[in-house]
């Protein structure tokens, strides 16, 4: 097995976050085969390892192709088949992917797997009450395992049923072994379903301690959280790990949406630009924390060595408009051009810029025509006006 692996392996070996990825679904698909032996051979292993690193890389119709071949000497496996169905699912074949699920529950019916990737497929269409069912089932069958109460709770969350959620959460801890992962991770939704910051930043510390694979977990929980309009929530998760370069975006976009602003700064000024996502993102964050001049002067930088950087261009001019300066401000809103994806936010920046240059009548006529292309020779104010 072990050669048929590292060719395998080889051809898709960029590990890092793949690796683990791919990683994890081996040791979920060893676990599942002790449960529950099948002989499983190295060519179906092979071709299964190779599957799962090139749906990390997000190669889905290349990582189905690999299933299939994993399955041509693995079709009694329900775990491959379940994983084989949610790739299915992900490139559009929702009868395929049912008819997978299927398969994979026909050999074996309590199959945790099959009853999560039903679960998933069924959430995914938003088939709420047959997903709800099939993580009930996915618990039941492994009720030890922390897949099915977390999706189940993380669903419930997501259509305002909190108490339920608490209580599939609850009744998973009680279940669990104290101090171990899965009580950790019950811990943590718990804390999230109550909106409780100081537990959650406990249970991700707990966490941290307790799950190897815990930091990409707590930062997809932070950006989720961040995205659901509750920083102060995601900041006390990010708060549990120890700052690095890739999540450095986040946690300045996390700060600035707690309105933290003295800590964004000090952030900014202490991290390279390339790691919250370039000059252009550096200004912006310098915008949003009042320091116009500092904005402009990174985005006039990202403008030299990229003048059509339209979202540079968009910042420069808003923090000239921060800085009284409408004429040039309205030049460079002026300038984006209608394809561009910043041409929105360049059209209401030039809005406020002609305000700003009392030609009110001249701005208002410039948002009812929001849809046709600007003219900067028109819709520009003289220095004279802009005085």
């Known amino acids: 097995m072990a050669s048929a692996l590292s060719g395998s392996v080889a ?3 960029h590990v890092g976050a793949e690796g683990e990825a791919a990683a994890e679904a081996a040791s979920a698909h060893d676990a599942s085969a002790t ?21 990390a890389r997000g190669l889905l119709p290349d990582a189905v192709v690999a299933y299939r071949n994993a399955l041509a000497d693995a079709d009694e496996d329900p775990y491959v088949l379940s994983r084989f169905a ?16 299927a398969d994979a529950l026909a050999l074996d019916a309590y199959s945790e797997a099959a009853w999560l990737a039903r679960g998933q497929i069924a959430e995914h269409h938003g088939e709420l009450e047959n ?20 999706a189940l709770a993380s669903l419930l969350r997501a259509h305002g049923a909190d108490e339920r959620a608490v209580a599939v959460l609850t009744r998973f801890e009680a279940r669990t072994l104290p101090g171990s992962a899965g009580a950790a991770h019950a811990r943590l939704e718990l804390a999230l379903a109550r909106h409780d910051a100081t537990s959650a930043y406990a249970a991700a510390q707990q966490l941290l301690r307790t799950d ?61 630009p390339v790691t919250i996502g370039g000059l252009s993102a550096a200004a912006a964050a310098y915008l949003a924390i009042g320091r116009a001049e500092q904005a402009l002067g990174l985005a006039q930088v990202a403008l030299s060595r990229e003048p059509e950087r339209y979202d540079a261009r968009v910042v420069a001019a808003r923090a000239q408009l921060a800085l009284n300066d409408a004429a040039d ?8 051009p209608e394809q561009s994806a ?21 701005a208002r006529e410039l948002t009812a025509h929001a849809a046709s292309p600007v003219t900067p020779v028109t819709a520009t104010p003289s220095r004279t006006q802009a005085q």
């Open 11 to 13: 051809s898709c070996a």
């Open 35 to 55: 449960a529950s032996p099948r002989f499983v051979s190295p060519y179906a292993y092979a071709w299964f390892i190779r599957a799962e690193l090139l749906r």
């Open 86 to 101: 949610t790739a299915l699912d992900e490139v559009g074949d929702r009868k395929g992917a049912d008819a997978a699920c």
């Open 131 to 150: 997903a709800l069912s099939a993580y009930e089932h996915a618990e039941a069958a492994a009720p030890a395992a922390k897949a099915a109460p977390l």
């Open 212 to 272: 190897d694979a815990a930091r990409a977990t707590l930062t997809r929980t932070a950006q989720t959280l961040l995205n659901q309009g509750e920083p102060q929530l995601a900041r006390r998760i990010l708060l549990a790990l120890p700052p690095n370069d890739d999540d450095a975006a986040l946690r300045l976009s996390v700060l600035l949406a707690c309105g933290r602003r003295n800590e964004a700064e000090a952030q900014l000024e202490t991290t390279a």
């Open 329 to 336: 401000a309205a030049d460079g809103f002026a300038s984006v």
């Open 342 to 362: 910043s041409f929105t936010e360049a059209r209401a920046g030039l809005a406020a810029a002609l305000r700003a240059s009392n030609l009110g009548a001249l």
